[in-house]
T-cell receptor, first 112, second 117 residues
């Protein structure tokens, strides 16, 4: 598998728990944010996105919260399942271009 | 619909060798990009293209060349490989440049793991 997990912060949870993964972004001009999931040996997969004119957005079992005051983004996963085990990345985008700046990632480990 | 495909999946090079990493998408996406992923570093943008004939540099472009002669293909060239280029390389595509338009998600390929000895 990939060695992308080395040196990453790790969150360990039990199956069924709710998980919260945090991300601090750096550019106050960023106006679009995305969460990606990356399983071992695979490319990143889109989970959910949010624009800077929103504070919260919900998807299926996932919620993204945006706090622009402190430049903080979080991903909440409800009823975490073993299949949710992966590395999660936040990414930010400054309006006008599809160039993403990625965070370093957090590894989520879900125990049965 | 194959999405974004990358070849090869694995490659070992010696220092100084050259090679091309291939990337193709069949979704008629205008925007394509190359990232490299190193342990603990997240993904870093190497080069990107907003359409055929147009390319631009990302965060870490040195040592890499790109071209975009067709909408479908976006190859990444290493002219003289160095050990510092050992990494996993991901190609991505999307339909929009973002901005005032709705940003469309980037679709990533499965990656190419490159080792330079």
């Amino acid at each position: 598998g990939e060695s992308v997990g080395l040196h990453l912060p790790t969150l360990s949870v039990q199956e069924g728990d709710n998980s919260i993964i945090n991300c601090a972004y750096s550019n106050s001009a960023s106006d679009y944010f995305i969460w990606y999931k990356q399983e071992s040996g695979k490319g990143p997969q889109f989970i959910i996105d949010i624009r800077s004119n929103m504070d919260k957005r919900q998807g299926q079992r996932v919620t993204v919260l945006l706090n622009k005051t402190v430049k903080h983004l979080s991903l909440q996963i409800a009823a975490t399942q073993p299949g949710d085990s992966a590395v999660y990345f936040c990414a930010e985008n400054v309006g006008g271009y599809s160039t993403l700046t990625f965070g370093k990632g957090t590894m989520l480990l879900v125990s049965p | 619909n194959a999405g974004v495909t990358q070849t090869p999946k694995f490659q070992v090079l010696k220092t100084g060798q050259s090679m091309t990493l291939q990337c193709a998408q069949d979704m008629n996406h205008e925007y394509m990009s190359w990232y490299r992923q190193d342990p603990g570093m997240g993904l870093r943008l190497i080069h990107y293209s907003v359409g055929a004939g147009i390319t631009d540099q990302g965060e870490v472009p040195n040592g890499y060349n790109v071209s975009r002669s067709t909408t479908e293909d976006f190859p990444l060239r290493l002219l003289s490989a160095a050990p510092s280029q050992t990494s996993v390389y991901f190609c991505a595509s999307s339909t929009s440049r973002g901005g005032h338009l709705s940003y469309n998600e980037q679709f990533f390929g499965p990656g190419t793991r490159l080792t330079v000895l």
